[in-house]
């Protein structure tokens, strides 16, 4: 089971950023390649020299299982094999908002909030 905590700002002139859900994260930022979807058919796929992957396959893909540590690191840019295209960007370089901490089994990781919420998305949309 997985918890989520906000973390305070410790910094006064903290900028606290709008929330945002998974869908507005994902028509944003991996529509224009991945499609409105997820199936890797958005209008910037066939101008690419790999074509984007069905983000709707993730779990089939991993024998059902969804990966969610590793689809985060993916986006994030941490975890990327020579497989990838260089088109994806690296998220993690941007600000990815507010940071929350998400606790399982014991265990706080901070996780930036939109890198959460798309996650998220993306593992409602598998087929």
């Known amino acids: 089971m ?14 606290v950023q709008e929330p945002v859900d998974g869908r507005t994260a994902y028509e944003a930022d991996c529509a224009v390649c991945h499609g409105d979807s997820g199936k890797g058919d958005g209008p910037a796929a066939r101008s690419l020299d790999k074509e984007p992957p069905d983000l709707t396959q993730i779990a089939a893909r991993n024998g059902g299982i969804f990966p969610r540590t590793q689809v985060m690191s993916t986006i994030d840019g941490l975890d ?15 600000d990815m908002g507010d940071t929350i901490v998400v606790e399982e089994d014991g265990l706080g990781t901070p996780v ?16």
């Open 112 to 127: 930036p909030m939109r890198l959460l919420v798309l996650t998220d998305y993306l593992e409602s949309i598998q087929q």
């Open 80 to 94: 990327r094999g020579a497989h990838f295209s260089t088109a994806m960007p690296e998220f993690g370089a941007g």
């Open 2 to 15: 997985r918890s989520y905590f906000l973390l305070a700002a410790l910094a006064v002139t903290a900028c």
